[in-house]
């Protein structure tokens, strides 16, 4: 799974395409912010979501937390260019680009986290109803 997910990210590095040099440096925070948003969202927010009852409101809160995700993911992009990277200030600025790819990319991991959370569930589910038909 993580080899289909991460591979937009290694794709410069398997094809020996020519990027700027801050891109590997880059490498290991996008897959260290994508490795947090997929468990974060796969082990508390996808469960207290199963909670509520109005799912309305689930996918409400579920698009907030992937927009606080954004946000937090640009936050540690803007400081970890300015000083580990030493990029200049006026190179800091995020364009509109950047900002949905962000967001295309959070809620990706996001709906991965719930399929592959959701399809667990559903298996140990089904486990389980056939354990207690076998009981019976």
């Known amino acids: 799974m993580w080899i289909y997910l991460l ?7 398997l094809f020996d395409m020519k990027v700027d040099p801050s891109y590997y440096l880059l490498l290991p925070l996008n897959i ?10 796969y082990f508390f927010v ?12 689930s ?4 698009l907030f937390l992937v927009g606080l995700i954004v946000g937090f993911k640009l936050i540690v992009y803007y400081y970890y260019n300015k000083w580990i990277l030493q990029v200049r200030e006026e190179d800091l600025l995020f364009t ?25 569930d559903w298996f140990q589910s089904q486990k389980q109803k056939a354990e207690l038909i076998n009981q019976n």
Do not use: C, D, W
């Open 32 to 41: 260290v912010l994508q490795l947090i948003n997929f468990y974060l969202f």
């Open 7 to 13: 591979y937009p990210e290694f794709t410069p590095v």
């Open 96 to 120: 509109t680009r950047i900002v949905f790819q962000e967001i295309r990319v959070s809620l990706v991991m996001s709906l991965y986290a719930l399929f592959i959370r959701f399809t667990i």
């Open 46 to 57: 996808i469960p207290a979501l199963f909670k509520i009852r109005f799912k309305f409101f």
């Open 59 to 62: 996918v409400i809160i579920g």
